[in-house]
């Protein structure tokens, strides 16, 4: 609902950038910041609701707890990995509303 019509975006890094959980780009002159915070540009209330749905969608789906566990293990913190699965929730919800297709856990490994 907080999406409204999905033939609205072309991509769905639109999506990602609405909800506000796009890597926020920090550069000034020759200063570059390595470590960076999330846009929170867009719909809060959307952003709030899919930092909700993926702990449960971490816990529960292989696919996601392996994910969640490779960027664990690259350095990330808990709150960057799970924005890394939000994204990743994100781009397959995206796929399945242009697709119209159901929902299938063996296409995702």
Request: aromatic share 10%; net charge positive.
């Amino acid at each position: 609902a907080e999406l409204g019509d999905i033939s609205n975006y072309s991509k769905p890094s639109q999506i990602i950038k609405f909800a506000g959980v796009a890597p926020l780009h920090y550069e000034s002159s020759q200063f570059n910041a390595q470590h960076t915070s999330i846009t929170k540009k867009g719909s809060k209330y959307l952003r709030k609701t899919l930092y909700q749905i993926i702990l449960p969608v971490i816990r529960h789906n292989p696919v996601f707890t392996k994910y969640y566990q490779l960027k664990i293990s690259q350095g990330k913190g808990h709150r960057c990995a799970q924005g890394h699965c939000v994204r990743k929730l994100i781009r397959i919800i995206y796929h399945l509303l242009k697709t119209n297709q159901q929902f299938d856990p063996q296409l995702l490994r």
